[in-house]
């Protein structure tokens, strides 16, 4: 039994596979088949395609909603078939398994973590018999996430603990004369804009402002504190600054997206 976890039998899922294809379905057959019991839930499968960097952000805001012993499988991964090595990253309780591309280095930079990288003897014991080049998710990640959460195999045991890995591809902010500067990591569903602006960031300031699209944005509580069409910004349910339109997209209005700078100033 591993002294650094303890499988609860759940599992979470994180691609950029979208929902086309059998792609999903079948990493999920391969799961059930190495460990018929496992709860499998779907974090999420639009993370944007060949970008790591947004899974790892998902991942790294979610992972605590989760029970402890849970295996978070992720796999946005441009560089299948190489030679890129595969992480398994204990922390707080939980595993991570994912390609080493950057995809884990915010939740390694987040939490007290051990970071193992997955030898290869023992990637070609618990793989399928036939490793496609281009679906190590379905070959590869899949049966080594049913025998870790069905227990047979402690994550310990996989390979040596590391600290040569690629870090993450999104930088912290940063405070320049007062301002701090940090981007946009993504969008939602309704235009809202996510961004790396930690809520814990904003503690310097009085009056916060947020600067974005040649907007100056004030901060609110909630999306009715505004007007319906104004524009506003929020600390969010994943505790970092979001960037909305009341009842509207603020991504549509902007023009902004992945990458974007944002500023947050003192208000006056």
Do not use: C
């Amino acid at each position: 039994m591993s002294a650094l976890f303890k499988p609860s039998g759940v599992i979470t899922i994180t691609t950029d596979f979208g929902h086309r294809g059998p792609f999903v379905g079948t990493m999920k057959g391969v799961i059930l088949d190495r460990f018929a019991d496992a709860k499998i839930i779907d974090l999420t499968h639009e993370a944007f395609v060949h970008w790591p960097a947004e899974a790892g952000f998902w991942l790294e805001r979610s992972f605590r909603y989760f029970p402890t012993g849970t295996v978070h499988l992720a796999v946005v991964d441009p560089g299948v078939g190489t030679d890129r090595s595969v992480l398994l990253v204990l922390a707080e309780g939980h595993a991570f398994l994912a390609p080493d591309n950057g995809l884990l280095g915010g939740v390694i930079d987040a939490v007290e973590a051990t970071v193992i990288r997955v030898e290869e003897e023992h990637i070609a014991r618990l793989a399928l018999d036939s490793v496609s080049a281009t679906f190590h998710g379905r070959d590869i990640f899949a049966p080594i996430t049913g025998e870790i959460a069905a227990g047979r195999t402690p994550p310990e045991e996989l390979g040596k603990v590391t600290q040569d890995y690629i870090p993450s591809l999104i930088e912290s902010p940063e405070m320049y004369a007062r301002e701090l500067h940090g981007i946009v990591i993504t969008s939602d569903n309704f235009g809202n804009l996510i961004t790396n602006v930690d809520r814990n960031m904003l503690e310097q300031f009085e009056q916060p402002v947020v600067r974005a699209g040649g907007h100056s944005i004030p901060l609110r509580r909630t999306y009715a504190d505004v007007s319906p069409g104004d524009l506003l910004a929020l600390v969010n349910s994943l505790h970092v600054v979001e960037i909305a339109r009341a009842e509207q997209s603020a991504a549509e209005l902007l023009g902004l997206g992945r990458g974007a700078p944002v500023v947050i100033v003192e208000g006056g």
